[in-house]
């Protein structure tokens, strides 16, 4: 059983396209997140929701909107690719993101190519 | 702010020889959560090991252990043996629901 599953594994679109990523963890977990990962493997935060609720949007352009359905999903919808927005992006849920004690549980990541 | 800073892009160690990797952070929390995790080349991301900032002890899972010290905002990555499946990206983070990564460390381990 995986624990965090994110669909699709590959995604090749071309810019101006509209694009969805899709995210589910089976852990019971309250945390979900969306980390984008860049070529050079820098990690960054884009957004956290604790029970379905925005805690984080950490300054991403607004042709990325996240949403969670339930406290299990979190999508990641993306409006008018650019190919600046080829990278990993990467879905992780935590126990309670409240808690710093909380590790985070990771997909295996999306590879978005912009073309 | 939080800020997680990985100082070394590269490392390179033999078999079965220990390494440390270096990791700072800067917080005015007064409780915080550091974590390493694992990047093999396969590209999933896999938790290694956590340190509490009350803890006194230093962390330890297995052949992974943490050497925290405090007053210097380190909290350093050992790993004892090395193996060459350890050879990956290796990440500091900072935890919370703003959790924080270092720019990560190449560790390569040579047979």
């Known amino acids: ?75 990641l919808h993306i409006n008018s690719l650019e190919l600046g927005d080829s990278a990993v992006y990467f879905c992780a849920s935590s126990q309670d993101g409240i808690n710093w004690d909380s590790p985070l549980h990771f997909g295996n990541g999306t590879r978005l190519t912009v073309t | 702010a939080q800020k997680i800073t990985q100082t070394q892009p590269g490392m390179f160690v033999q078999e079965k020889e220990a390494v440390t990797l270096d990791c ?17 080349s396969s590209g999933e991301m896999i938790f290694l090991i956590y340190q509490g900032s009350y803890d006194q002890q230093n962390a330890t899972e297995g052949r992974y252990s943490l050497n925290f010290q405090k007053a210097r905002k380190s909290a350093n990555l050992v790993i004892s043996a090395s193996q060459l499946g350890d050879s990956a990206m290796y990440f500091c983070a900072i935890g919370g629901f703003k959790t924080i990564f270092g720019a990560g460390t190449r560790l390569f381990v040579k047979a």
Request: aromatic fraction near 14%.
């Open chain 1, 1 to 75: 059983d995986t624990a965090v599953s994110q669909t699709p594994k590959y995604l090749v679109t071309q810019m101006g396209n509209d694009k969805s990523i899709k995210c589910e963890q089976n852990l019971g977990h309250d945390t979900m997140y969306w980390y984008k990962q860049d070529s050079k493997k820098f990690l960054k935060i884009m957004f956290s929701y604790n029970n379905k609720e925005l805690i984080i949007n950490e300054t991403v352009p607004n042709r990325f909107s996240p949403k969670s359905p339930d406290k299990a999903h979190l999508n």
């Open chain 2, 24 to 40: 700072t952070y800067d917080t005015s929390d007064p409780s915080y959560g550091l974590f390493w995790y694992k990047q093999p």
